[in-house]
């Protein structure tokens, strides 16, 4: 009997053997459904034995974190000692920077982690070169950060078909896809609106190809094979990508316009060099700006508002965010808050812990004695 392993490949054969087009859409997405499962069963199994990566460890610090993504060799290490001070041993040649090496970068009032890891390689999600535990604390952090060598133009799609196969999904909103399990009836589709891309049967047999048979499915957009392949499998990270372009020093503008046409269409990008400097304070801005900051102010009860000092917190961030990051017990003591501003339907209007802040609100936290 073949392997999981073999198993896995032989559908991605069949997948690429396959033109992709409407007709096909639902073929393809049974056969991503299978493999899907497939790779739920092989994690169980190295979950039992033991034998799943650990992942470097890092402790989460700042306000966001940023993961540093590229190839052996881009300049990675040399960024973020431009950026935060870190140092990790650097060198003219491939596969310098061994471990995870955390530096902190302090901006218009935020601290933002960035991690400098060790170069990723083709074959990084199959386990190539520690290529899971890279991955791990590339999952966890709030941004990916491309840093792309401009004489390579190649190695973006190979970077980026590594994190997609990891289960990342960069500058993509969650699909609004819900799938829930029942004991019986068959899986029974709904949809909100008119879908392009899947007749209902398809929908149906790419849910029973990952094993499931009866289930209510709500589309609430237009969904698409992978839409319903990565709802199936639940393990998907959505979050934010930006690509730099280092090196800018030596290259000419056709080396640094045929590395930009690799990059997704809308995705931002910034020219710079590690090595003299250009574009670093750019470089900051671009971080801070794509991270999705907001500024929120204190007022604590019977006393003005802090209209100097702002917190700086993630753009999507609610009441219960901004009391745990003040103190431990806000959340425990928790009665109510007061918000005044562009989320409020009024002024001081008393909300609860998973309110969601906007930014420029006044904020008064009340809790018990």
Known sequence: MATIEEQIKSLEEEISKTKYNKATQGHIGKLKAKIAALKEKKEKAQAKSGGS???FEVKKSGDASV??????SVGK???I??????ESEAGAFAFTTLTCIPGLMEHKGAKIQ???LPGLIKGASEGKGRGREILNVIRGSDMVLYVLDPFQESHFNVLDQELWRSGMRLNQPKPQVFIRRTDRGGIVVRSTLDQSNLEEADVQDIIRSFG??????????DATDDHIVDTLAGNRVYTRSVVVINKVDLANEEDLKRAEAMVPKGWPILRVSAKTGEGIESMKDFIYDNLGFMSIYLKPQG???????PLIVKDDSR???ICVKLHRDFVRKFRYARVKGPSAKFDWQRVGLDHTLKDGDLLTIVTRR
């Open 53 to 55: 990566a650990p992942g």
């Open 303 to 309: 006393q003005e508002a802090d209209l100097e000092e």
């Open 319 to 321: 009441v219960r965010e």
């Open 212 to 221: 499931i048979v009866s289930a209510n499915v709500v589309l609430r957009s």
């Open 81 to 86: 000692s431009q950026l935060t001070g870190a």
């Open 77 to 79: 290490s040399s960024l």
């Open 67 to 72: 993961a540093l993504v590229g190839f052996p």
């Open 114 to 116: 960035i991690l400098d």
